[in-house]
């Protein structure tokens, strides 16, 4: 079956460090490929995905790329600030249409101090 | 626009008790799916329903059951609530594959 394996947190960074999240997928065929954020005391929201192979989703100044050859999605950001403060998660769906079942990771959290 | 809403925020049940938690959809929106989110985790899929009818089904029981209205809101029941069953419940709703727009969740407490 589907799986994400993603590193486990939490991940504490000064402001305006560098951020890497590593997550790497199993699946069968080419799934789409997402990030959810989720924001203490909020609901889970969209923060990128990738669809296909070589594909880079980019929001808010994180990024990511789809890479088929190592079966990874790891998210990064430049400059992380207090407000990145998260738990985020690593998703997958497998290409076919209706069928909405997404498979998440455990969530890395996310602490950034001033 | 109005998001996706889920009712009730927070609920406590005893063990053996029956629970139903409610979602209506962004507008516009037919798919609906439920998820599990145990503490510490990610969320687990239950169930999908596209234009009222179950398209998908995750690795729950038979306790957890489902159903879809004409107006695309969403119903999920849970029999016989286990001390296991505490958690937060999430429904989503999306147009697109993958893209789910999630509510704030009910928090389960069985006791």
């Known amino acids: 079956g589907n799986s994400v394996t993603q590193m486990e947190g939490p991940v504490t960074l000064s402001e305006e460090a560098f951020l890497t999240i590593n997550c790497t997928y199993t699946?069968?065929?080419?799934?789409?490929l997402f990030w959810y954020v989720q924001y203490p005391g909020e609901g889970l929201q969209l923060l990128l995905k990738a669809t296909k192979a070589d594909d880079k989703g980019s929001n808010k100044g994180f990024e990511a790329t789809y890479r088929k050859e190592t079966t990874s999605f790891h998210l990064e950001k430049g400059s992380v600030q207090v407000s990145d403060s998260a738990v985020y998660f690593c998703?997958?769906?497998?290409?076919?249409?209706?069928?909405?079942?997404?498979?998440f990771g455990i969530g890395t959290k996310l602490q950034v101090i001033p | 626009d109005a998001g996706v809403t889920q009712s009730p925020t927070h609920l406590i049940k005893t063990r053996g008790q029956q629970v139903t938690l409610r979602c209506s959809p962004i507008s516009g929106h037919k798919s609906v799916s439920w998820y599990q989110q145990v503490l510490g985790q990610g969320p687990q899929f239950i169930f999908q329903y596209y234009e009222k009818e179950e398209r998908g089904r995750g690795n729950f029981p038979d306790r957890f059951s489902a159903r879809q209205f004409p107006n695309y809101s969403s119903e999920l029941n849970v029999n016989a609530l286990l001390l296991g069953d505490s958690a937060l419940y999430l429904c989503a709703s999306s147009w697109e594959q993958g893209k789910l727009f999630f509510g704030s969740g009910t928090q389960l407490s069985v006791l």
């Open positions: 699946a069968t065929g080419y799934p789409s």
């Open positions: 998703a997958l769906t497998p290409l076919s249409g209706g069928y909405q079942k997404v498979t």
